[in-house]
């Protein structure tokens, strides 16, 4: 069972708001850790979307924005797309684990 | 342009070891943290391994005592030596170089920033 935990799944309609919540406990996200968030495409190896809570790598769409607060964390898509579709899984660092730790994942559907 | 590519999966049988490696290019594994990855057929993500400055190395607790990580820097890459083998152990094994923002006060949490295409590793009988 991941230490963190996201919902299985999020659903929206093109051009609709969608939000992914990652939520952690006082060992890791609480802990001041960074969060980061990864897309993973069918068949393909993860891709890193947010870094450092609010980061963007270059050529990742500006529809994609991170937050953290306390012991919990979200990303957002604004304006979804057909091409978002994809899995999306959260990371930070567990102390209590020593290790890095993913969230569950969750699958975003575009209607 | 930064690429991984590991090689070394297959079918294996509980008990029996393998060693997986990725070829780095673009950058210098001697130089950047790097992890292994692993995902199990249809479930989510688990870090298994990374190895740091001065090549400190941590594991995940399902694997400590099993499984080695390291690297060769005259051939630019890393390792990931897998002994006594469970089912519970296959999945696609990824190599990734690492990345963190560094602050003047501190230093980020590490992200996997590249990562390979990753290689199939099958524990069965």
């Known amino acids: 069972q991941s230490l963190l935990t996201q919902p299985p799944s999020v659903s929206g309609a093109p051009g609709q708001r969608v939000t992914i919540s990652c939520t952690g406990s006082s060992s890791n996200i609480g802990a001041g850790f960074e969060v980061h968030w990864y897309q993973q495409l069918p068949g393909t190896a993860p891709k890193v979307f947010i870094y450092s809570n609010t980061n963007r790598p270059s050529g990742v769409p500006e529809r994609f924005s991170g937050s953290k607060s306390g012991t919990s964390a979200s990303l957002a898509i604004t304006g979804l797309q057909a091409e978002d579709e994809a899995d999306y899984y959260c990371?930070?660092?567990?102390?209590?684990?020593?290790?890095?730790?993913f969230g569950s994942g969750t699958k975003v559907t575009v209607l | 342009e930064v690429q991984l590519v590991e090689s070394g999966g297959g079918l294996v049988q509980p008990g029996g070891s393998l060693i997986l490696s990725c070829v780095a290019s673009g950058f210098t594994v001697s130089s950047n943290s790097m992890s292994w990855v692993r995902q199990a057929p249809g479930k989510g993500l688990e870090w298994v391994s990374g190895i740091y400055s001065g090549d400190t190395t941590y594991y995940t607790d399902s694997v400590k005592g099993r499984f080695t990580i390291s690297r060769d820097n005259s051939k630019n890459t890393l390792y990931l030596q897998m002994n006594s083998l469970r089912t519970e152990d296959t999945a696609m094994y990824y190599c990734?170089?690492?990345?963190?923002?560094?602050?003047?006060?501190?230093?980020?949490?590490?992200?996997?920033?590249?990562w390979g295409q990753g290689t199939l590793v099958t524990v069965s009988s």
């Open positions: 990371q930070s660092y567990d102390n209590s684990l020593s290790a890095y730790v």
């Open positions: 990734a170089r690492d990345d963190r923002r560094t602050y003047y006060y501190s230093s980020g949490t590490y992200y996997h920033a590249d």
